[in-house]
């Protein structure tokens, strides 16, 4: 058994902050297009094994907001080195393998996830089981749910060093991966087991 942590980011219609021509509608199926998968392969030692990253070249927001891009530091050259968004999922479906179990953080990326799979009218099935590393974290902190711990402070909660930036996928998923294995326990294991039942 494997567990996937994994990581997206999104591009979005550019705002009219940036053009006031532009009509700011995003799609209704889709309002976030993905264009980076990051992952990670966790296996039951608790040993990072291996690692996916992707670009994926976008159809419905084919421009780059500027707002993605500077927080990302993603660029128009990286997307157009991705493949398109159907080909990245069996690439990454198979990358995942049978016997594993998807985390990530918060249920952010699931989401957008099953709507950019909509959209492509690719099943999405797979992704309804999952685990919520974040929320584990914000009840291990004794916080409310209304005041999730971002990634950032939960490194610095459980003293994790921080040796790259943010904001990219495979970047996150890294981060994330640390905070699982810092944090797995009996408990955990528990409510990891209870994923695949549901």
Known sequence: MDYIVFDT?????QPKLFNPNIKFKPNRICPFEIIEIGAVKVNQQLEIVDTFQSFIDPVIYK???????RKTRITKKDLKKGENFVKVMKAFRKWIGDESILCTWSNNDIREMKRNCKYHDIDSEWLESYYDIQLHCTKLLGLPKSHAIGLKNALQAFEIEEDTSFHRAIEDAIYTAKVFIKVYSKEMHQE??????D
């Open 9 to 13: 980011e999104f591009n979005q219609p």
């Open 63 to 69: 421009r780059l907001s500027p707002i993605v891009s």
């Open 192 to 197: 990891l087991l209870k994923t695949l039942e």
